[in-house]
């Protein structure tokens, strides 16, 4: 008799276990929810306009254009800066004759792709001082920002979502048209 009585004992202290364990994971998974909210609607990025910009062609003034200039070899960034004159293509990959209208318009003086970051200095600052300064300070460009995958496995339904089958790599390539 003694052992059924202990028995019951230790039955009911592991349901009051499993109750209590239970009651305090449902308050911990509502707490979190309750500080994702929170967080969610404190951090000011989550409403920042320019996040979509991915979805349409953007509007930019020459400032941009510098600046994604000088940043796209540290990026990998692919940038093709259009203007009525020309084509400009900068690239860390670039061809021979993308080489050979950079030589013709006095931007590059070398028969080789620009590699170093001075070297990439000395183009993107040429092509600053002899192309973008020649414009107005109010000039817009049409900034068209697209990612293509290169390597890796996706499929993508009808509805244009994506799904990764074997993540890869993507090449960003941005082309600043001028207005």
Same mark, same amino acid.
């Given at each position: 008799?003694? #052992? ?37 609607? #404190? ?15 953007? #509007?930019?003034?020459?400032? =941009? ?19 009525? $004159?020309?084509?400009?293509?900068? $690239? ?8 050979? =209208? ?23 600052? #040429? ?16 900034? =068209? ?13 009808? $509805? ?20």
């Amino acid at each position: 008799m003694e #052992n059924a009585v202990d028995a019951l004992k230790i039955a009911f202290a592991v349901f009051a276990f499993i109750s209590v364990l239970a009651i305090s994971l449902i308050y911990i998974t509502q707490a979190k929810s309750t500080g994702d909210y929170v967080l969610y609607y #404190n951090d000011k990025t989550n409403f920042y306009n320019n996040l979509s910009s991915k979805d349409k062609n953007r #509007n930019v003034s020459i400032t =941009d254009v510098i600046s994604t200039l000088y940043r796209y070899k540290d990026e990998g960034l692919n940038v093709i800066v259009k203007l009525g $004159d020309g084509t400009y293509k900068f $690239d860390t990959d670039l061809t021979e004759d993308d080489i050979k =209208d950079l030589k013709s318009e006095g931007i590059w003086d070398k028969n080789t792709a620009p590699s170093t970051t001075a070297d990439i200095e000395t183009v993107v600052g #040429n092509f600053i001082s002899k192309k973008l300064n020649k414009l107005s300070e109010n000039a817009q460009f049409l900034e =068209d920002f697209v990612e293509v995958p290169y390597s890796g496995r996706y499929l993508i339904g009808e $509805d244009g979502t994506e799904v990764i089958l074997s993540a890869g790599d993507k090449k960003t390539y941005i082309t600043y048209t001028l207005k």
